[in-house]
C-alpha cells in the first residue's frame, strides 16, 4: 500500500524550531518528487516548499523563504522540513504529499499524507 | 507568482443536481497543468483532476474537469451524498516553479 506517514509536530514557542520528518511506503520513493502542504485551522490550503528526486532543486513559498529547509534521505524514504524562526502563522496541519509525475515535485500531489500539527505559541 | 480565484465560496445543492466550480488565475497556467481536489472534513486532499481534465484513478465519471488558460471548471453532473465537501484546484509547472492552490469551493447540502 503506498503510504505516507508524517511526525515530528508539536507545540513550539514563537521564534523556535521543529523538523518535520514523513516516511514513504509502497512505492519507489527516489522516482518522486515530493511537497509539503500545510492547512492553517478553518483555512485552506496553502503548498510549503518542495524537492526533485534527488534532491538537487527545491522551491519555497515566500511566506516561508529563508526559514525552512526541505531535505530529503533517499536511503531511508524519508522526507523532512527543517522549520526555524517560527512565528503565529505558521501553526497549521502539515502534509506531505508526493508529486504526480516522475522526478520533480511541479506536479499535482497523488498521495497524502494525513499531517502532522503545528502549533507556535507562547 | 500565479494567483487562483475559486467562485463561488459555498454552492448549495440537493443531491441529485449538478455542481459547476469556477476556478480563475491570474495569468495563462501553462500547458492546462490544473488539478482538483476534494477534502472531506478530518482528511487529507484527495486528488480527483489532473491536466484541467484527467481523471484521476479511481475517479468517478460525474466528475469532470474543462478548460484552459485562465478559466477552469470542475462539473459534478449528478452530487451524490459524499460529495459534499471542500474542492480545491492548483496550478502546477509554472515558472518560478511555485505551486499555488486556490482558496477553495464547499459544496454544502441545500
Known amino acids: 500500500e503506498v503510504q505516507l506517514v508524517e511526525s515530528g509536530g508539536g507545540v513550539v514557542r514563537p521564534g523556535g524550531s521543529l523538523r518535520l520528518s514523513c516516511a514513504a511506503s509502497?512505492?519507489?520513493?527516489?522516482?518522486?518528487?515530493m511537497s509539503w502542504v500545510r492547512q492553517a485551522p478553518g483555512k485552506g490550503l496553502e503548498w510549503v516548499s518542495g524537492i526533485n528526486w534527488n534532491g538537487g532543486s527545491t522551491g519555497y513559498a515566500d511566506s516561508v523563504k529563508g526559514r525552512f529547509t526541505i531535505s530529503r534521505d533517499n536511503a531511508k524514504n524519508s522526507l523532512y522540513l527543517q522549520m526555524n524562526s517560527l512565528r503565529a502563522e505558521d501553526t497549521a496541519l502539515y502534509h506531505c504529499?508526493?508529486?504526480?509525475?516522475?522526478?520533480?515535485?511541479?506536479?499535482?500531489?497523488?498521495?497524502w499524507g494525513k499531517g502532522t500539527t503545528v502549533t507556535v505559541s507562547s | 507568482e500565479i494567483v487562483l480565484t475559486q467562485s463561488p465560496g459555498t454552492l448549495s445543492l440537493s443531491p441529485g443536481e449538478r455542481a459547476t466550480l469556477s476556478c480563475r488565475a491570474s495569468?495563462?497556467?501553462?500547458?492546462?497543468?490544473l488539478a482538483w481536489y476534494q477534502q472531506k472534513p478530518g482528511q487529507a486532499p484527495r486528488l480527483l483532476i489532473y491536466g484541467a481534465s484527467s481523471r484521476a484513478t479511481g475517479i468517478p465519471d460525474r466528475f469532470s474537469g474543462s478548460g484552459s488558460g485562465t478559466d477552469f471548471t470542475l462539473t459534478i453532473s449528478r452530487l451524490e451524498p459524499e460529495d459534499f465537501a471542500v474542492y480545491y484546484c492548483?496550478?502546477?509547472?509554472?515558472?518560478?516553479?511555485?505551486?499555488?492552490f486556490g482558496g477553495g469551493t464547499k459544496v454544502e447540502i441545500k
Open positions: 504529499a508526493r508529486g504526480g509525475g516522475l522526478y520533480y515535485y511541479y506536479y499535482y500531489m497523488d498521495v
Open positions: 492548483q496550478q502546477y509547472g509554472s515558472s518560478p516553479l511555485v505551486l499555488t
Open positions: 509502497g512505492f519507489t520513493f527516489d522516482d518522486y518528487g
Open positions: 495569468q495563462s497556467v501553462s500547458s492546462s497543468y
